[in-house]
Nanobody, 126 residues
Framework: QVQLVESGGGSVQAGGSLRLSCAAS????????MGWFRQAPGKEREGVASVGCGGGLTYYTDSVKGRFTISQDNARNAIYLQMNSLKPEDTAMYYCAAAPWVARENALHPQSYSYWGQGTQVTVSS
């Protein structure tokens, strides 16, 4: 049974940093695709960053490029999202997701992912 457990969310002021973690069990991220998504109240879930999709590259949505960094630790079967220079518009529930394979053009599409964690809340105040 695949389980993804996120941690590291919290409340910070604009300009601050947070590091999200996602621990996977019953699943190996060595050859698979994993990603971070977020959903703000009243908005659709959107892809933030992914790793291991379509050849192992990393992908980011434009709004977080240069501020967020996704990384993976194959030994610990985990991925991370380092978030710097946080803005109020980054406020959302953040989810970790995984899939056996995702084409690179779909790396940030929620519909491409099979497994999801429960989410961790990130709140950025101005």
């Amino acid at each position: 049974q695949v389980q993804l457990v996120e941690s590291g969310g919290g409340s910070v002021q604009a300009g601050g940093s947070l590091r999200l973690s996602c621990a996977a069990s019953g699943y190996s991220n060595r050859r698979n695709c994993m990603g971070w998504f977020r959903q703000a109240p009243g908005k659709e879930r959107e892809g933030v960053a992914s790793v291991g999709c379509g050849g192992g590259l990393t992908y980011y949505t434009d709004s977080v490029k240069g501020r967020f960094t996704i990384s993976q630790d194959n030994a610990r079967n985990a991925i991370y999202l380092q978030m710097n220079s946080l803005k109020p518009e980054d406020t959302a529930m953040y989810y970790c997701a995984a899939a056996p394979w995702v084409a690179r053009e779909n790396a940030l599409h929620p519909q491409s992912y099979s497994y999801w964690g429960q989410g961790t809340q990130v709140t950025v105040s101005s």
